[in-house]
């Protein structure tokens, strides 16, 4: 179990009439705290830091805004290119159809190598969009049953098969899964190039089928059935993504606009082709980001891992300083509370590691051992901020769960409410131990500098724990 500054072992405590306030603030309701809804009973809560604390968490915002603004750039840029003044050469149009299937090849490669049957499939569909697009100017004329039935297919079921992948979670490209949804395209085209064929007016009714009507001229050439396929698919990517709470699905939402965007263009080709380029490179850059996220970012935690740990290394100059962080007892602690309960604790240490002053950067190193480097510092300067950091972690109080807790909020006015509001909940306090170093003689490398750093934090539990060791 986490020990106190003495080192001896605390026993669950009840929190004093005094500080009965600070911990209710702790916890708040469960819409406010972190892995609550899906929590154990018996492990602990805490608070997300509230809002005006998330300016600290610079990593994590520069990952999010990230994430939310380069695809939002890809297509301002794609926008910008089609303001272009002066029309495109011919040979500027022919260089644009082979850039959009070499993209589009890239893509396919790209996210079958990584094994992201999502963005595969979607890239698949695209480029069969565009492939039907490429084929639709032969038809003659342009306005004929066949055209319209053609397009009007294209609009509706390219965001229906987009909506069916945003919905579904990863399942392999070549599994049995993955050959359902090459069924699926393959049912679609079919239906597309059969319903073409037969120059059906009854199809052409159908797709065409008119909502709202206008007395000028449509906002969109899309059929309205189309467009509202199109929010149904954006709808879907949305609450996919605040479901799981994950930035996974803003590339799949960006190239579904520029889909849109390129079908809405039509039958200006230069137009088609640069929105579905961008479309294809946003789903790119949104693997290549995933991959990168996954290769250097600790999923627990979402601190930087021990490979982009020793990239940090790599950059630093003569003048720094690395300390290694340990929880106290943390093995005790999940023998006795059980490892969710362990995986909140790391969630919190590393979440007051994001925040730490000094200009810290904070990496998980592996197990209950996180690191933090200060560029630019030696260890006696940087020891202010880490005894500030250590004595945030000790001050922030775990609050235990009753074990008999329901997994559903009971009436307010239940028994079982009441009786809960009357008993005071049980709390333990974690702390750390850290020991820092810096470069000397014998100390010429980053990794020698972390061997004397985890040497100092084990002089800091020899000699009690939960204190900062040089």
Same mark, same amino acid.
């Given at each position: 179990m986490p020990s106190n500054k003495s080192g001896q072992t605390p026993a669950l405590r009840t929190p004093p009439l005094g500080s009965r306030m600070r911990d209710a603030t702790l916890c708040r309701p469960r819409s406010h705290c972190i892995g609550l809804s899906r929590a154990p009973l018996g492990c602990f809560r805490y608070a997300m830091p509230r809002p005006e604390t998330?300016?600290?968490?610079?990593?994590?915002?520069? /990952?999010?805004?990230?994430?939310?603004?380069? =695809? @939002? !750039?890809? %297509?301002?840029? $794609?926008?910008?290119?089609?303001?272009?003044?002066? =029309?495109? =050469?011919?040979?500027?149009l022919a260089a644009l159809n082979l850039v959009l299937y070499l993209t589009f090849g890239v893509g396919l490669l790209l996210s079958w190598s990584f094994d992201r049957s999502?963005?595969?499939?979607?890239?698949?569909?695209?480029?069969?969009?565009?492939?039907?697009?490429?084929?639709?100017? +032969?038809?003659?004329?342009?306005? !004929?049953?066949?055209? &319209?039935i053609f397009y009007a297919c294209l609009c509706l079921f390219a965001p229906f098969a987009i909506f069916g992948l945003g919905i579904t979670n990863e399942r392999g490209i070549l599994t049995r899964h993955g050959l359902l949804?090459?069924?699926?395209?393959?049912?679609?085209? !079919?239906?597309?190039?059969?319903?073409? +064929?037969?120059?059906?007016?009854?199809?052409?009714?159908?797709?065409?089928?008119?909502?709202?009507?206008?007395?000028?001229?449509?906002?969109?050439?899309?059929?309205?059935?189309?467009?509202?396929?199109?929010?149904?698919a954006g709808a879907g990517l949305i609450g996919r993504s605040l479901y799981k709470n994950s930035l996974q699905e803003v590339p799949m939402l960006a190239a579904l606009l520029g889909l849109g965007l390129a079908l809405h263009a039509y039958p200006d080709t230069k137009s088609m082709a640069?929105?579905?380029?961008?479309?294809?490179? @946003?789903? @790119?850059?949104?693997?290549?980001?995933?991959?990168?996220?996954?290769?250097?970012?600790?999923?627990?935690?979402?601190?930087?891992?021990?490979?982009?740990? /020793?990239?940090?290394?790599?950059?630093?100059g003569e003048r720094y300083a690395i300390a290694m962080l340990d929880v106290d007892h943390f093995k005790k602690f999940n023998d006795t509370y059980g490892h969710d309960a362990g995986?909140?604790? %790391?969630?919190?240490? $590393?979440?007051?590691?994001?925040?730490?002053?000094? !200009?810290?950067?904070?990496? /998980?190193?592996?197990?209950?051992?996180?690191?933090?480097?200060? =560029?630019? &510092?030696?260890?006696?300067?940087?020891?202010?901020f880490l005894e500030a950091l250590r004595q945030s972690i000790a001050q922030t109080p775990f609050v235990l769960r009753d074990k008999d807790r329901p997994k559903q909020k009971p009436p307010a006015d239940s028994p079982r409410t009441n009786r809960s509001q009357n008993t005071a909940k049980q709390s333990v306090s974690v702390t750390v131990s850290i020991g820092v $170093?810096?470069?000397?003689?014998? %100390?010429?490398?980053?990794?020698t500098v972390i061997k004397a750093a985890d040497a100092a934090l084990y002089r800091a539990k020899n000699n009690g724990r939960n204190q900062v060791s040089l």
């Amino acid at each position: 179990m986490p020990s106190n500054k003495s080192g001896q072992t605390p026993a669950l405590r009840t929190p004093p009439l005094g500080s009965r306030m600070r911990d209710a603030t702790l916890c708040r309701p469960r819409s406010h705290c972190i892995g609550l809804s899906r929590a154990p009973l018996g492990c602990f809560r805490y608070a997300m830091p509230r809002p005006e604390t998330w300016i600290n968490h610079s990593g994590m915002l520069h /990952r999010t805004w990230l994430s939310i603004t380069l =695809p @939002i !750039g890809v %297509l301002a840029c $794609a926008g910008g290119l089609l303001w272009w003044p002066s =029309p495109w =050469p011919a040979s500027y149009l022919a260089a644009l159809n082979l850039v959009l299937y070499l993209t589009f090849g890239v893509g396919l490669l790209l996210s079958w190598s990584f094994d992201r049957s999502r963005v595969f499939f979607l890239l698949l569909i695209l480029l069969l969009t565009a492939i039907g697009l490429a084929w639709l100017g +032969a038809f003659q004329p342009r306005t !004929g049953p066949q055209a &319209r039935i053609f397009y009007a297919c294209l609009c509706l079921f390219a965001p229906f098969a987009i909506f069916g992948l945003g919905i579904t979670n990863e399942r392999g490209i070549l599994t049995r899964h993955g050959l359902l949804r090459w069924l699926l395209i393959a049912v679609l085209v !079919g239906l597309t190039l059969a319903l073409t +064929a037969t120059e059906n007016r009854a199809a052409v009714r159908y797709f065409e089928f008119v909502y709202v009507s206008f007395t000028q001229t449509p906002l969109t050439p899309l059929p309205q059935r189309a467009v509202l396929m199109f929010l149904l698919a954006g709808a879907g990517l949305i609450g996919r993504s605040l479901y799981k709470n994950s930035l996974q699905e803003v590339p799949m939402l960006a190239a579904l606009l520029g889909l849109g965007l390129a079908l809405h263009a039509y039958p200006d080709t230069k137009s088609m082709a640069v929105m579905l380029t961008a479309s294809a490179l @946003i789903l @790119i850059l949104g693997v290549l980001q995933e991959s990168y996220h996954m290769a250097f970012l600790d999923e627990l935690t979402g601190l930087p891992g021990r490979r982009a740990l /020793r990239a940090q290394t790599l950059k630093l100059g003569e003048r720094y300083a690395i300390a290694m962080l340990d929880v106290d007892h943390f093995k005790k602690f999940n023998d006795t509370y059980g490892h969710d309960a362990g995986d909140q604790v %790391l969630r919190l240490v $590393a979440a007051q590691m994001a925040r730490a002053t000094g !200009g810290g950067k904070a990496f /998980r190193y592996g197990g209950e051992e996180f690191t933090l480097v200060f =560029p630019g &510092r030696r260890a006696e300067e940087s020891l202010p901020f880490l005894e500030a950091l250590r004595q945030s972690i000790a001050q922030t109080p775990f609050v235990l769960r009753d074990k008999d807790r329901p997994k559903q909020k009971p009436p307010a006015d239940s028994p079982r409410t009441n009786r809960s509001q009357n008993t005071a909940k049980q709390s333990v306090s974690v702390t750390v131990s850290i020991g820092v $170093a810096e470069p000397a003689d014998d %100390l010429a490398t980053p990794d020698t500098v972390i061997k004397a750093a985890d040497a100092a934090l084990y002089r800091a539990k020899n000699n009690g724990r939960n204190q900062v060791s040089l």
